[in-house]
């Protein structure tokens, strides 16, 4: 199949796929005689794992690393468990990160007053040195 087959049959652009084969996260296509990108149902395969786990919020080199697997002759669920589970665990403290982000604009907003004072306190508060 052709480069625009491939990357509508996943929703993405040409550029995407040009990129994931450049950085090795597809493997490198075939030339047709007339120069063509020959792309196979096992490029289908890459580049639907690639944006699932890109989906679900995975870094490149976990992508990599289970790109890797798909050829590996031990592929185990094993590596791939442990890989699905730092993900949650990186997914658990952007969590916290966010709670503990939403907690301060709250508190923040608190301190402002819908009156139109001179001197906004939530202002203030952005203003000094944490």
């Known amino acids: 199949m052709r480069i625009g087959e491939l990357a509508q049959a996943v929703g ?8 994931y084969e450049k950085i090795g996260l597809i493997p490198a296509s ?3 005689p007339n120069g063509y ?3 196979s149902d096992k490029h289908l395969q890459y580049l639907r ?14 992508v990599q690393a289970l790109v890797n697997l798909i050829e590996s002759k031990d592929n185990s669920c094993e590596q ?4 699905v589970t730092q993900q ?3 997914l658990d403290e ?3 990160e966010i709670r503990r982000l939403k907690k301060a604009l709250t508190d923040l907003s608190s301190a402002c007053k819908e009156d139109k ?5 939530a202002l203030e508060e952005l203003l000094q040195e944490h």
């Open 30 to 32: 075939a030339r047709k």
């Open 12 to 19: 993405c652009h040409i550029e995407t796929v040009r990129y």
């Open 94 to 96: 952007k969590l916290k």
């Open 88 to 90: 949650i665990k990186v």
């Open 49 to 62: 794992l690639v944006r699932r786990a890109k989906s679900l919020g995975f870094a490149q080199s976990e």
């Open 37 to 39: 990108r020959d792309y």
């Open 80 to 83: 791939v468990f442990s890989i």
């Open 117 to 121: 004072l001179s001197d906004c306190p």
